[in-house]
Every structure is written in C-alpha cells, then in structure tokens.
C-alpha cells in the first residue's frame, strides 16, 4: 500500500431517528474522506468501538462488507466519499463513540488506521426544573415565568403546560427556545388568555437533542378567582 487512507471527517451530526427497542435509540450519522490516488485501490471499512474497549478489525461497521475481498461500500475511484452509517445507542447512558477508517489495495494489502473521529451520544435523562416561578404581572397584563438553564450542553428549549386542576392533565401553550446565553430564563403569557373565576396550574418541560426531555418542572399555581365576595354589609342611620 503506497498511501495510507486520508482524513476521514464526519460531516453530519448525529440526530435521532427512532426507537431501535425499548432500551436504544437509532442514532444517524454521515462519513466523508478524501479518495486515495492509487490505481490499485480495492475498497474501504469503517470501525467503530465505544470508550474503553478496541477496535475489531474483522468486523467493519457494514454488514456487507467482506474483509477478505475489499468490497466495502464505495467505489474507490470516486471523489468525496460517504457513508452513511445508523446504530444503536443504549438510552439511558452517556458514551463517547470512536471510528478509523482503513484502505484495502487489489493485493490485499490494508493501510494502518485513519485519523479517529468521535462522537458523544448522552441518552441520560435532562435534568428538571425546580426553580420554576410564574406571577401576574399588573402593569404589562401577563403572566411572567423565570426559571434556570440547567444543562446548557443538552437543553435547548422548553415547553410550557397549562391546566386547570392542580397535578391534572395539561395542555402545552409556549415553545420556548433557547437563546443559547442566558443562564435565567423568562417567558410571558397573556393574561387575557386566562378566564377570570378559575385557578391555573402551569409546568414546565426540557427538551434537548436525540428527543431527550425532562420530567415536570415544580407547579406554579396562578390565581384568577378574583376576590372573594362582599360579606356582613350593613347600612347605618346618619
């Protein structure tokens, strides 16, 4: 093997795609390298080990592709190539994922690993809110949320639930995304939207990548009874 393969970069970010099972999640990515020169060139394999544990270079990530032959995926005369490539990720965990790409020449020959590129895939659960307050707001007729950013690596935005019985069910009224500064976070809500004589109850939810999100946030109850009615009236002669 006169050259060894050349950088191997990924140039799409993991996203989800689905539930693979009840315990893993269908992680989608994207590989791209720059073509080796030689005429001579057979094929490529890519290899995959999580943090902690070594490649296997008998067992290339595509299941079609045969180590013994070189035929793995790409022609190896084309430019720019791709792969693409879904696994599964057990929810629940955080893990750093590695992969080496290697060349196989129509002699058999194998070139050393490529440089290795990774990815962190972190399936534990978002933290949740528990600073979560709410209050009407007199001059500008809202109602005014604020609570705290809790993982600004994962969080990206939230939802904001609304509902008349307090630990009932609730309907979400705000999208709220993040601006991706702020530390404290606040988001208003038009009183008008609130019909006077009945108490609400609002939640708050964390959404961030790979469809993760949190559990409730505390309940903030808002009060729109009015007040209470006019009691013991009496009138008095003058």
């Known amino acids: 093997m006169k050259t060894l393969l050349k950088t191997v970069v990924i140039i799409l970010l993991a996203s989800i795609l689905s539930f693979s099972t009840s315990f893993a999640k269908e992680i989608s990515l994207k590989f791209d390298w720059d073509a080796n020169i030689e005429p001579e060139m057979a094929g490529y394999a890519l290899f995959e080990r999580q943090e902690g544990q070594q490649y296997d270079y008998t067992k290339p990530i595509d299941p079609v592709c045969t180590i013994v032959e070189g035929k793995c995926w790409v022609n190896p005369t084309t430019k720019n190539n791709e792969f693409p490539h879904k696994f599964d990720s057990p929810d629940g965990q955080n893990i750093l994922w590695h992969w080496v790409a290697r060349a196989r020449d129509t002699d058999g020959n194998w070139s050393g690993d490529s440089n290795e590129v990774s ?17 009407y707001n ?3 007729k809202t109602i005014d949320f604020t609570w705290t950013q809790k993982d600004p ?13 307090s630990g009932g069910a609730k309907t979400q009224v705000l999208d709220i995304p993040w601006n991706g500064t702020d530390s404290t976070i606040s988001a208003s809500l038009p009183s008008d939207t609130l019909a006077p004589g009945q108490d609400y109850y609002f939640s708050l939810v964390s959404f961030g990548d790979f469809d993760l ?5 505390n309940e903030v109850k808002i009060d729109r009874t009015g007040p209470a009615t006019v009691i013991q009236l009496r009138i008095t002669l003058e």
């Open 153 to 165: 690596e994962r969080i990206n935005s939230w939802k904001l639930y609304q509902g008349t019985i």
């Open 138 to 140: 007199d001059i500008t």
């Open 213 to 217: 999100y949190s559990s409730d946030s």
């Open 119 to 135: 990815f962190q895939v972190n399936l534990t659960p978002l933290p949740t809110t528990t600073d979560f307050v709410g209050a």
